[in-house]
C-alpha cells in the first residue's frame, strides 16, 4: 500500500520569505499527487495536482510543486509566503486498486503547519 | 452554492449513545468518503463509496457504519460511541472513481464522546 511523508510537521517563516514543504512518497509505480491546504476550522481544498506531463505543477495563490520520480518526491514551494497562507497542508496520493478497489482514494500525509510571522 | 454540506458542526456525545453525521452533496458526485482527522495522524479514511447502493471499508472502519442509498446522502453512522472517537470528522465526494479524480471537502463535524 502507498505511503506519505510529510518530513517536517511545522514550519514557521517570515512573511514574504520562500518556503518549501517537503513529500515524499512510497511507490515507483505511477501515482496521482496532490497538495491539499486546510485554513483554521474549514475543510481541505485542492492547490494542485500532478497527473502527468510537465513535472512542475502551478497552483492557486501563487503556490507550485515539482514532480521527482527518481526521488519519489512532491515538494511544495512558493518564492514569497503571505500571512494569508498560515494554514496546514497536506500531501496526497492517489493509487487505483487500494482499499480493495477503492478506486479515487487518497491516503493522506500527517501535514504540514505552516505558520508565516509579520 | 454547490458542495458538501455536513451536519451538525459539532457535538458532545455520551460513551454509549448513538450518533450519525449527514453529510450531502449536490454536485452529483458518484464518490464519496468519510476522513477522520486527529492530531499528528492526517486523515484517515473510514469508509467510501464508489457509487449509490455500494459502499466500502477504509483505513479505520471499526465501530463505523455507512449506508448510500441515493447520489447526495452520505451518512456516517457510530452505533455505540467511544470516547477514542473523538476526532473531528470530514466527509468529501469526488466525480468519477477515478484516481485522477479531485476530492471536495465539507467543513468538518467536531465530535467529543465523554
Known amino acids: 500500500a502507498q505511503s506519505v511523508t510529510q518530513l517536517d510537521s511545522q514550519v514557521p517563516v517570515f512573511e514574504e520569505a520562500p518556503v518549501e514543504l517537503r513529500c515524499n512518497y512510497s511507490?515507483?509505480?505511477?501515482?496521482?499527487l496532490f497538495w491539499y491546504v486546510q485554513y483554521p476550522n474549514q475543510g481541505l481544498q485542492l492547490l494542485l495536482k500532478?497527473?502527468?506531463?510537465?513535472?512542475l505543477v502551478k497552483g492557486i495563490n501563487g503556490f507550485e510543486a515539482e514532480f521527482n520520480k527518481s526521488q519519489t518526491s512532491f515538494h511544495l514551494r512558493k518564492p514569497s509566503v503571505h500571512i494569508s497562507d498560515t494554514a496546514e497542508y497536506f500531501c496526497?496520493?492517489?493509487?487505483?486498486?487500494?482499499?480493495?478497489?477503492?478506486?479515487?482514494?487518497?491516503?493522506f500525509g500527517k501535514g504540514t503547519k505552516l505558520s508565516v510571522k509579520p | 452554492i454547490a458542495g458538501i454540506t455536513q451536519a451538525p458542526t459539532s457535538q458532545i456525545l455520551a460513551a454509549g449513545r448513538r450518533m450519525t453525521l449527514r453529510c450531502t452533496q449536490d454536485?452529483?458526485?458518484?464518490?464519496m468518503y468519510w476522513y477522520r482527522q486527529d492530531l499528528g495522524l492526517g486523515l484517515r479514511l473510514i469508509h467510501y463509496?464508489?457509487?449509490?447502493?455500494?459502499?466500502g471499508k477504509g483505513e479505520v472502519p471499526d465501530g463505523y457504519s455507512v449506508s448510500r442509498a441515493n447520489t447526495d446522502d452520505f451518512p456516517l453512522t457510530l452505533a455505540s460511541a467511544v470516547p477514542s472517537q473523538t476526532s473531528v470528522y470530514f466527509c468529501?465526494?469526488?466525480?468519477?472513481?477515478?484516481?485522477?479524480?479531485?476530492?471536495?471537502f465539507g467543513q468538518g463535524t467536531r465530535l467529543t464522546v465523554v
Open positions: 468529501a465526494s469526488s466525480l468519477s472513481t477515478g484516481a485522477a479524480s479531485e476530492a471536495f
Open positions: 511507490s515507483s509505480v505511477s501515482v496521482y
Open positions: 500532478y497527473l502527468s506531463g510537465s513535472t
Open positions: 496526497a496520493v492517489s493509487d487505483p486498486g487500494d482499499y480493495g478497489g477503492s478506486q479515487g482514494n487518497l491516503i
Open positions: 454536485m452529483r458526485h458518484n464518490a
Open positions: 463509496s464508489n457509487t449509490a447502493g455500494t459502499t
